[in-house]
């Protein structure tokens, strides 16, 4: 991946910061600001304290794997990229490389990282990476105990058009996918 970033002085100016609520996963913190107009809003924040890691499955005949789970936020089924999260320090790919053999059984012989993605940056610091998984070897998945997944394997194309006409709504998993797809040429 190449890119660069733009080294643009930031404007705001924190006057003070206040935790507000903290779990295993996140905290909120929020923030009196001065900003770039002078005006002096109150800014709130999600701080992970995982980095977001999906991993996008392809073997050689162009077929992946989705996980389908409960969304608990959204009240809602949904399919996805097999995901989880890596705690600062953990290197990415380790992180991506147990979270696809937990969630679909999967190991892989090459594992490339094909995006970086802030998931929400109006509220949230949360980092998520997308890796293509190739030279895949079927096994047994191994789900945490609090996981209840359905596991599916469909043509990359399949999981494009669940893209494009809305039954994949998952950010990281849009992201990913489409950025495959460009990857690919489809």
Known sequence: ???????IENPWQTLSTRLEFENPW???????????????????KISFKNRAVAILPLDDSR??????QWRFPLGEYSW????????????LESAAIRELKEETGL??????????????????????????????????????????????????SEALAMVMDG???????VAGILKLARILGQ
């Open 167 to 173: 039954r994949i709504t998952d950010g990281i998993s």
């Open 63 to 68: 077929h992946t794997w989705l996980v389908g």
């Open 107 to 156: 190991t892989a012989t090459r594992l490339s990282l094909i995006l970086k993605m802030h998931t929400s940056n109006s509220v949230t610091d949360e980092e998520g990476y997308v890796f293509l998984a190739e030279g895949l070897t079927a096994g047994t998945p191994e789900f945490d105990e609090t996981e209840q997944l359905e596991i599916r394997r469909l043509a990359f």
């Open 80 to 91: 996805e990229l097999p995901m989880g999260g890596a705690p600062r320090g953990e290197p």
């Open 26 to 44: 996140f905290a909120i913190t929020t923030h009196d600001t001065i900003a770039p107009d002078g005006s002096r809003p109150r800014y709130g």
């Open 1 to 7: 991946m190449t890119g660069k970033k733009a080294t």
